[in-house]
T-cell receptor, first 115, second 113 residues
Framework: ETGVTQTPRHLVMGMTNKKSLKCEQHLGHNAMYWYKQSAKKPLELMFVYNFKEQTENNSVPSRFSPECPNSSHLFLHLHTLQPEDSALYLC??????????????FGPGTRLTVL | QQQVKQSPQSLIVQKGGISIINCAYENTAFDYFPWYQQFPGKGPALLIAIRPDVSEKKEGRFTISFNKSAKQFSLHIMDSQPGDSATYFCAASVGTSGSRLTFGEGTQLTVNP
């Protein structure tokens, strides 16, 4: 595996389900990000972890719960979601957070549909 | 509050033509302006980026033009090819880290053969 991988690639869940999205980066990076991508809307930054510590939470509802057990893995735990949460969820990583020219490398995303 | 506005939403260009995508920003503290390219089923990938101390940056067929006084920047794709068909996002960040990016809404480019 190379780059940033995400599983599953597609997920359909009911509003009462609990599921988790997984992201793994194989780049030796220290910062990891979760974004939400909705049609015809800008990418929305949700969470940032740097060296496993959460550095950003952009007022994300508590039904989204991130977890970063180490610098290579990032999870997004989902529970009691709403239909408007249906979107493409993208994971990204970068060498660091706040340094010079930290290019972000994105995974392919998980397409989430909430019924 | 939308801090980076991107236009057009979609663009159709003939092969060999020039594709132009524009972005305007509000926050004068922005000082790093990357463009990302996203193909269907893939995540965005950094294409080219510019800092406000230069007015233009060229990499191959891709050029960023930057107008600091107008708070606008644009992506020009010369000799557009069908393989350039993708969604393009402009972005901006405060500080040159590129860490906390504010994205535009995206432009879906189609290059017809």
């Amino acid at each position: 595996e190379t780059g940033v991988t995400q599983t599953p690639r597609h997920l359909v869940m009911g509003m009462t389900n609990k599921k988790s999205l997984k992201c793994e980066q194989h780049l030796g990076h220290n910062a990891m990000y979760w974004y939400k991508q909705s049609a015809k809307k800008p990418l929305e930054l949700m969470f940032v972890y740097n060296f496993k510590e959460q550095t950003e939470n952009n007022s994300v509802p508590s039904r989204f719960s991130p977890e970063c057990p180490n610098s290579s893995h990032l999870f997004l735990h989902l529970h009691t979601l709403q239909p408007e949460d249906s979107a493409l969820y993208l994971c990204a990583s970068s060498q660091g957070w706040g340094g010079l020219y930290n290019e972000q490398f994105f995974g392919p995303g998980t397409r989430l549909t909430v019924l | 509050q939308q801090q980076v506005k991107q236009s057009p939403q979609s663009l159709i260009v003939q092969k060999g033509g020039i594709s132009i995508i524009n972005c305007a920003y509000e926050n004068t503290a922005f000082d790093y302006f990357p463009w990302y390219q996203q193909f269907p089923g893939k995540g965005p990938a950094l294409l080219i980026a510019i800092r406000p101390d230069v007015s233009e940056k060229k990499e191959g067929r891709f050029t960023i033009s930057f107008n600091k006084s107008a708070k606008q920047f644009s992506l020009h794709i010369m000799d557009s090819q069908p393989g350039d068909s993708a969604t393009y996002f402009c972005a901006a960040s405060v500080g040159t880290s590129g860490s906390r990016l504010t994205f535009g809404e995206g432009t879906q480019l189609t290059v017809n053969p």
